[in-house]
């Protein structure tokens, strides 16, 4: 998975106009972040769940939990895309995020906290783990690592937020199609379609 | 060598190639399920193989036709001049023994179904048979040879048999691609009318072409879904894909720009692609015991994704490029 990701991001910053040293560190930043996101995170979730279980909301089946859960995480992916494609395109100078965006997302991300947070309190458990403890604190190094490489990677480029968009977006629809891969491995038949009928983006072929 | 190695995967054109392989998967997967097997590398290199036999035997037949059409990218080297006539008779005969020697592993079917991929490919084509100079065969012909044969051979790598299943999927698919191929002479009517060469479109005309696509199209998708019963989302999701065609068809009635014309085809090609993506999606996530709203999360998914490549195209259609065209 690292190496899936690191050759997106790089791939995916060097076609937005970053230079590979700058692909290459936004790469290791992204890979912090994986890091974070299915090693920390989870490892977190499972210990916390050995003491407190987390019920089932409105009585939803276990099964029907992982489809809510799921839509629910889709629903997020989609407004994290919504928000890097629209809001992050590199306007005018200076450039880079704008102070919107960046508050599009805080608010995006309380919400789903506050919301989720009235049908369970999986949520609230999650985030109090993984705030404290010897699980932050590896959280905390691995964001400190990827915000570092992130923030060195653009330190002289005048690409940053075109390439950053580009590389997240990218990385954000991989990682819903590798977890859809881990679970039903034979998927690899219809990504593998999926990205011939859909790439490049603006290419037609009438016959 | 090297030369004739890369005129050969140029003769392959995969974009094409890769739209019969997803028949060929697509008949594995009503079978077989998620079977990934060496026949189905044997398989796909057959297929890759066949087709580039039918690309240089076209491409021989009709290269004045390519060349007032203005085919002149780098996948016609005949058109362009980079190969000569020679050159693609050598690679034809290569694909074809290609073909034939992957289809060996797979049996004395598959070698059949290879066999009549190839007399398919040149009958199409060559003399005396030359089955694209008759308008009214030429689209069914390529429907057999691009969706039968290939769900055919898919059926062959699952090693099983013919079913009473398969003839409503088969009819469904076959129906859905027929409205796409008669609007593949839509880039070349130009051509076709100075060379004499009938087609659907310059027999019956852009508006009744249109029509029949629409039909044919809508027939195909109620074919294919009554053929499967996919669960009510993926229904949701083939509707939108069927919403999109028409909806390009429609667009396509009324452009007279030759270049949004071409933009409208693509498109509904895309909306047709990510359509059989999700007939996929479903018929391997069934037979991998999935629960159907699994299956409905990733064809959701899948659509979501294709839903903004289309809409991308579909809204800003100057911004589109069109591929095989220089």
């Known amino acids: 998975m690292s190496l899936v990701a690191i050759v997106t991001v790089a791939a995916a910053a060097r076609s937005a106009g970053a230079s590979w040293r700058a692909?290459?560190?936004?790469?290791?930043?992204f890979i912090a972040i994986a890091v974070a996101k299915f090693g920390i995170g989870p490892t977190a979730l499972f210990q916390g769940n050995q003491t407190d279980v987390i019920q089932n909301a409105g009585g939803v089946s276990s099964g029907g939990m992982v489809v809510v859960i799921a839509i629910?995480?889709?629903?997020?992916?989609l407004a994290a895309i919504w928000v890097l494609a629209v809001l992050f395109r590199p306007a005018g100078p200076p450039d880079g995020p704008n102070g919107n965006a960046a508050l599009a997302l805080l608010g995006i991300g309380l919400a789903a906290l506050l919301l989720t947070g009235i049908v369970t309190t999986a949520a609230?458990?999650?985030?109090?783990?993984?705030t404290t403890g010897l699980e932050a604190t590896g959280l905390a190094v691995a964001l400190f690592v990827a915000a570092g490489l992130v923030a060195a990677a653009f330190h002289e480029t005048s690409v940053r937020a075109k390439a950053l968009g580009h590389a997240s977006m990218y990385m954000t629809v991989l990682w819903v199609a590798i977890a859809f891969l881990l679970v039903f491995q034979v998927l690899w038949i219809v990504?593998?379609?999926a990205i011939v009928a859909t790439w490049p983006f603006r290419s037609v072929t009438p016959k | 060598m090297n030369a004739?190695?890369?005129?050969?995967?140029?003769?392959?054109?995969?974009?094409?190639?890769?739209?019969?392989?997803t028949f060929l998967v697509i008949g594995l997967a009503r079978h077989a399920g998620p079977t990934i097997s060496a026949d189905l590398c044997w398989a796909t290199i057959a297929v890759a193989a066949s087709y580039a036999v039918a690309t240089s035997v076209n491409d021989i037949a009709d290269v004045e036709i390519d060349r007032a059409n203005g085919l002149r990218d780098a996948t016609r080297p005949l058109a362009?001049?980079?190969?000569?006539?020679?050159?693609?008779?050598c690679t034809a005969v290569t694909a074809g023994v290609v073909a034939v020697a992957a289809a060996i592993p797979l049996g004395a079917r598959g070698l059949v179904v290879i066999g009549l991929c190839l007399a398919v490919d040149v009958v199409y084509s060559a003399t005396p048979a030359r089955l694209s100079r008759r308008w009214t065969i030429a689209p069914i012909v390529l429907t057999v040879a691009y969706v039968s044969l290939p769900y055919w051979l898919g059926i062959v790598v699952a090693h099983d048999h013919w079913r009473p299943f398969d003839a409503p999927l088969l009819v469904g698919l076959c129906v859905l691609f027929f409205a796409r191929i008669i609007l593949k002479d839509v880039r070349d009517r130009l051509g076709d009318a100075s060379h004499g060469k009938p087609t659907l479109l310059l027999r019956l005309g852009k508006d009744a072409t249109c029509a029949i696509s629409i039909v044919a199209a809508?027939?195909?998708?109620?074919?294919?879904?009554?053929?499967?019963?996919?669960?009510?989302?993926?229904?949701?999701?083939?509707?939108?894909?069927a919403i999109g065609i028409v909806w390009m068809l429609l667009r396509l009635r009324v452009t007279a720009d030759p270049k949004g014309e071409l933009v409208a085809i693509g498109t509904a090609a895309r909306a047709g692609n990510v359509l059989l993506i999700a007939v996929l999606t479903c018929l391997l996530l069934s037979a991998q015991g999935a629960a159907r709203a699994q299956a409905s999360l990733v064809v959701a998914v899948v659509t979501a994704v294709a839903a903004v490549g289309f809409l991308n195209l579909a809204l800003r259609p100057e911004r589109a490029?069109?591929?095989?065209k220089a």
Do not use: E, H, K, N
């Open chain 1, 23 to 29: 692909a290459i560190a936004l790469a290791g930043g």
């Open chain 1, 191 to 193: 990504f593998l379609l």
């Open chain 2, 80 to 89: 362009t001049g980079a190969a000569s006539a020679a050159d693609l008779r």
């Open chain 2, 218 to 241: 809508l027939a195909g998708i109620v074919t294919i879904v009554v053929a499967i019963r996919p669960p009510v989302p993926i229904v949701a999701a083939i509707a939108l894909d």
């Open chain 1, 124 to 130: 609230s458990q999650y985030v109090t783990w993984a």
């Open chain 2, 4 to 21: 004739r190695l890369r005129l050969l995967g140029l003769m392959v054109r995969p974009r094409a190639a890769i739209t019969m392989w």
């Open chain 2, 321 to 324: 490029r069109v591929a095989y």
């Open chain 1, 72 to 77: 629910a995480v889709g629903c997020l992916y």
